[in-house]
C-alpha cells in the first residue's frame, strides 16, 4: 500500500484524532551503520507505537530479499517500503544511509540525522515534537 505524509496530519484512517509526528528513515541492508542503528530504532518505534508517532522506514537501492531478511533479522515491525527508482531519495535529497528526517504534526520538516542514531538523541527528538501543541 501507499502512504503519504499528508494522510498522517489528521482526519484520516492513519491519524483520526490529529496529525502525528512523523519518523523518516532511509536504510539499506548492505549498510553497517544503518545495522547499528536498527535495534534502537525499532525500540523507540515501540516505546511510542500508540502515541500519536508514526515511523516509516524507506528502503534504498537495496534488493527485495535482502531487505525482507533484514526486517526479519531485526524484528522491525513498524512500516517499511522500498524505494522504487530512488523517487523517495531524491525528493528529500539525501546524502546516503542511514539518514532520518523528523516531520511535525503539521506536516512540516523539521530535521535531519545524517548517520546512525544512538540513544537518547531519536527519543530526544519525538518528545520535543510530541511536545509542540
Known sequence: RTVTLS????????????????????????????????????????????????????????TQKEALAYIKE??????????????IAQAYRIQGVPETFYVDKTGRLRGVHIGPLSAPKLDNRIDELLDEP
Not at 509526528?21 to 534502537?40: D, K, L, M, Q
Request: charged share 20%.
Open 74 to 87: 531485526f524484528d522491525i515491525t513498524y512500516l517499511n517500503g522500498p524505494d522504487i527508482g530512488t523517487r
Open 7 to 62: 494522510q498522517l496530519r489528521g482526519g484520516t484512517a492513519y491519524a483520526p484524532s490529529g496529525g502525528q509526528v512523523v519518523v523518516v528513515n532511509f536504510w539499506a541492508s548492505w549498510c553497517p551503520p544503518c545495522r547499528e542503528e536498527a535495534a534502537y530504532l525499532e525500540r523507540t518505534w515501540r516505546k511510542y507505537e500508540g502515541k500519536g508517532v508514526v515511523f516509516i522506514g524507506v528502503d534504498w537501492v537495496d
